[in-house]
C-alpha cells in the first residue's frame, strides 16, 4: 500500500543551526502538507503546497521556514535557524487530486526534531 | 476557545466495552475527519464524514455529525487492547487544511 515516508525519523540539532526534514509524498498526490506537534498538545497545522506554490501557510509559518519540492518525488521543509521552541514532531501529509474536496490526508510517521 | 475540540481528554474502558468520543467545532466545514495516534506515531486516517452525511460505518468504527450542533461522534465498539491510543477529529473546507482538535487519549484495559 503505498504511504508517505519521512527522514529522518528523528534529528537533534543545535539551537541556530538550519535543518532540512524530507518527504516522499504518495506518487498521484498533488497537495502536500507540514503539519508539527509540540510534545502533549494538538497537531497544527504549518503549510500547504499545491502546483509547486505554497497555498496557504499559518503564523508559524514564519521567514524562517520554507519550503520546497526539488523534484518530482521530494518535499521539504527547512528551518533555516532553529529556535528551542521549534522542537517538536512534524508530520508530512500528501493528499490525491481534488475531487468533491473531500479526500483523505495520508501522514508520514513524522520526524521527531529536538533542538539543544 | 479551538476549532474541532474532542472530549473525554482522556477515556479508560475495558476490552469489549464500547468507546465514545465526541468533537465540537466552530465554523463551516467541508468534511470531517477522525485519525488514530499510537504513542510517538504517525496519524492514521479512520474515516471520512461529509458535511451532506449524517452518518457513516467502517468495521467497528460508527461516526455521526450534526451540522446543526456543529459536532460529531465517534463510536468504536468492543473495544480491543489495540485501540489503545489518541484519536483526533480534524475538520476541512473545501479540501484544504485540516484543522485538528486536542484529541482523545484512550486507553482499553484488557
Known amino acids: 500500500e503505498p504511504e508517505v515516508t519521512q527522514t529522518p525519523s528523528h534529528q537533534v540539532t543545535q539551537m541556530g543551526q538550519e535543518v532540512i526534514l524530507r518527504c516522499v509524498p504518495i506518487s498521484n498526490h498533488l497537495y502536500f502538507y507540514w503539519y508539527r506537534q509540540i510534545l502533549g498538545q494538538k497537531v497544527e497545522f504549518l503549510v500547504s503546497?499545491?502546483?509547486?506554490?505554497?497555498?496557504?501557510k499559518s503564523e508559524i509559518f514564519d521567514d524562517q521556514f520554507s519550503v520546497e519540492r526539488p523534484d518530482g518525488s521530494n518535499f521539504t521543509l527547512k528551518i533555516r535557524s532553529t529556535k528551542l521552541e521549534d522542537s517538536a514532531m512534524y508530520f508530512c501529509?500528501?493528499?490525491?487530486?481534488?475531487?468533491?474536496?473531500?479526500?483523505?490526508?495520508?501522514f508520514g510517521q513524522g520526524t521527531r526534531l529536538t533542538v539543544v | 476557545s479551538q476549532q474541532g475540540e474532542e472530549d473525554p481528554q482522556a477515556l479508560s474502558i475495558q476490552e469489549g466495552e464500547n468507546a465514545t468520543m465526541n468533537c465540537s467545532y466552530k465554523?463551516?466545514?467541508?468534511?470531517l475527519q477522525w485519525y488514530r495516534q499510537n504513542s510517538g506515531r504517525g496519524l492514521v486516517h479512520l474515516i471520512l464524514?461529509?458535511?451532506?452525511?449524517r452518518e457513516k460505518h467502517s468495521g467497528r468504527l460508527r461516526v455521526t455529525l450534526d451540522t446543526s450542533k456543529k459536532s460529531s461522534s465517534l463510536l468504536i465498539t468492543a473495544s480491543r487492547a489495540a485501540d489503545t491510543a489518541s484519536y483526533f477529529c480534524?475538520?476541512?473546507?473545501?479540501?484544504?487544511?485540516?484543522?485538528f482538535g486536542a484529541g482523545t487519549i484512550l486507553r482499553v484495559k484488557s
Open positions: 501529509a500528501s493528499r490525491a487530486p481534488y475531487r468533491d474536496g473531500n479526500t483523505e490526508a495520508f
Open positions: 465554523t463551516s466545514i467541508n468534511n
Open positions: 503546497f499545491y502546483n509547486n506554490e505554497i497555498s496557504e
Open positions: 480534524a475538520t476541512a473546507l473545501y479540501g484544504n487544511k485540516l484543522v
Open positions: 464524514i461529509r458535511s451532506n452525511e
